[in-house]
């Protein structure tokens, strides 16, 4: 069965560390996209990707990076790790552009930078 | 502007009692969807529905039913004879049309469901 996943599913790291989380899917779908989650903001976008070699920025982008280099994985990069990217991540896919499309999420990351 | 309002926080409910949580959208677009996920305590995020603009015909699921009404911008998500494995966080969304150029999707900050036996 099509699947998204997500690596490592828990991760401890200190400021200043660079991190990288893993996400990858098996939908074969065209955009892949990371969140994050925090009590009281919801679900927050950072980047988004509608195919390879395309990346974007989502509303809380600073301090993150991702690349597409296959339709498979979008690796998200904490360049940095601050205390205050302390959160949960997901990453998400859906099939093409227009809207209309149910995005599917992986099982999350809970990431604590001390 | 692209909104969505989940006025209840937290709700507590006893088992096989009836629920309706609440999603208000606010959108200026005439195309556009309205999604509905479920994130149990085990942390994932469940796709449950999506519903088009152009669509107002209530939904039926078994013990989940949706009530999509453009003429108040709500779409409530009742569950039926409650049960303890429906305590979750759900969380409504927004998705925009094109006009982005991307699938955003706008989140509502969630309803905490506790079902107690």
């Known amino acids: 069965d099509a699947e998204i996943t997500q690596s490592p599913r828990h991760k401890i790291t200190e400021t200043g560390r660079q991190v990288t989380l893993a996400c990858h899917q098996t939908w074969n779908h065209n955009n892949m996209f990371w969140y994050r989650q925090d009590l009281g903001h919801g679900l927050r976008l950072i980047h988004y990707s509608y195919g390879v070699q395309d990346t974007n920025k989502g509303e809380v982008s600073d301090g993150y990076s991702v690349s597409r280099s296959n339709t498979e994985d979008l690796p998200l990069t904490l360049e940095s790790a601050a205390s205050s990217q302390t959160s949960v991540y997901f990453c998400?896919?859906?099939?093409?552009?227009?809207?209309?499309?149910?995005?599917?999420f992986g099982p999350g990351t809970r990431l604590t930078v001390l | 502007a692209q909104k969505v309002t989940q006025a209840q926080t937290e709700i507590s409910v006893v088992e096989k009692e009836d629920v309706t949580l609440d999603c208000v959208y606010e959108?200026?677009?005439?195309?556009?969807?309205l999604f509905w996920y479920k994130q149990p305590p085990s942390g994932e995020l469940v796709f449950l529905i999506r519903?088009?603009?152009?669509?107002?015909q209530n939904e039926i699921s078994g013990r989940y039913s949706w009530n999509f009404q453009k003429s108040t911008s709500s779409f409530n998500f009742t569950i039926t004879a409650s049960q303890v494995v429906d305590s979750a966080v759900y969380f409504c969304a927004l998705s925009a049309p094109p006009r982005d150029n991307f699938n955003k999707f706008y989140f509502g900050s969630g309803t905490k469901l506790n079902v107690k036996p």
């Open positions: 959108t200026r677009d005439t195309t556009y969807y």
């Open positions: 998400a896919s859906s099939e093409s552009q227009g809207g209309a499309d149910t995005q599917y």
């Open positions: 519903r088009n603009s152009f669509d107002e």
